[in-house]
């Protein structure tokens, strides 16, 4: 999903049926269970490039303050300029920063069982389904993710009349 930029979960029923001579048919169909918001937060990417740009701010400000110490400035320097030019960036910063609080806020927003079904790895699934536990944020009695995800699948065959389901 990161790389294509799709941001629907799909999942497809599968029915089974026997035909007249006892030979099994599959009929398969598509069903959306889904969207996911702010999926571009799952990259490192948006974090590494704002902390790249905080870093450099820093580092100008530490430059900027070194260089306002000495007694003379030296002319056309590019140290000079370059912290300048970073400095002058600080808006771009504050902006990026309002930007991923806000996608954060939308990624919190997110039904976050659509994460049990963008891998039919088992060991993936379990981890989205403890975290959709986790975010449940209520006071039942604690489920093991095994049969948490157990019953999400289930529901999902049954609401399908399904015999199974596959991952797209």
Not at 55 to 78: I, M, T, W
Not at 79 to 95: H, K, S
């Amino acid at each position: 999903m990161l790389r294509t930029g799709r941001r629907d979960v799909d999942v497809q029923s599968v029915k089974i049926r026997l035909d007249e001579k006892k030979k099994e048919e599959r009929s398969k169909s598509t069903h959306r269970l889904g969207t996911v918001i702010a999926l571009e937060l799952l990259g490192i990417g948006p974090y590494q490039a704002f902390y790249d740009s905080v870093n450099d701010f820093v580092r100008a400000g530490s430059a900027a303050q070194a260089l306002l110490g000495a007694e003379e400035l030296p002319k056309g320097n590019a140290e000079i300029d370059r912290a300048a030019r970073v400095l002058q960036g600080y808006e771009q910063i504050v902006g990026e920063a309002n930007r991923l609080l806000e996608l954060e806020q939308q990624f919190e927003k997110n039904e976050f069982y659509l994460f049990c079904f963008l891998s039919g790895n088992k060991e993936e699934r379990l981890r989205a389904a403890k975290l959709a536990i986790d975010r449940r944020h209520d006071s039942r009695a604690p489920i093991f993710p095994s049969d948490w995800l157990r019953q999400l699948d289930d529901s999902i065959v049954e609401k399908f009349s399904a015999d199974y389901i596959e991952f797209i």
